[in-house]
């Protein structure tokens, strides 16, 4: 990301809405703007099979559940925010990974322009693609600024997708076992 040549670019769309780049508060908000898209848009360029390391599951054949994943995004179609929580099940087939993984797989792929839809499934088939675990689990309850900024009606709108794998879409039980757990 070429810093410099985003912060020009947001001074000339500060100045197609009508602002006064010059004044005060905006002096730097260009530069501001560029180096927040870092960390916003820093998910381009990594992948979640670099920070997998895999574990001998041993026996274990239950369902392993992580919850309440913040996550922070951006809309493709507004570029707009939109954030939420992610909860994420799996029953392993031999491999396990770290828990603290979980988050960084969502964080990966967060960070770049998405769908609530698509971040869904990305977590989902990584971890199915990576683990060939015997289910996989995957729920994210997002609220969309894009949304909310349109009316006071939909302010506390809340999307929930889910994206299933394995016994979590193909067994009942495994799949509300999961959504008990998640609760
Ligand atoms: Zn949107």
Sequence with gaps: MDQKKIAKLIKSLLHEIEENSGREGLKKTPERVARSFEKIFGGYDKYPHELMTKFDGESYDEMIICRNIDFYSTCEHH?????????????????????????????????????????????????????????????????????????????????????????????????????????
């Design 79 to 183: 570029l707009q925010p939109f954030f939420g929580q992610v909860f994420i099940g799996y029953i392993p087939d031999g491999k396990i990974i770290g828990i603290s993984k979980l988050p960084r797989i969502v964080e990966i792929f967060s960070r770049r322009l998405q769908n609530q839809e698509r971040l869904t499934m990305q977590i989902a088939d990584t971890l199915n693609n990576m683990l060939r675990p015997r289910g996989v689990g995957v729920i994210i309850k997002g609220r969309h600024f894009c949304m909310m900024a349109r009316g006071v009606e939909k302010q506390n709108s809340l999307m929930t997708t889910s994206a299933c794998r394995g016994l979590f879409k193909n067994n009942a039980k495994t799949r509300s076992e999961f959504l008990k757990l998640i609760e």
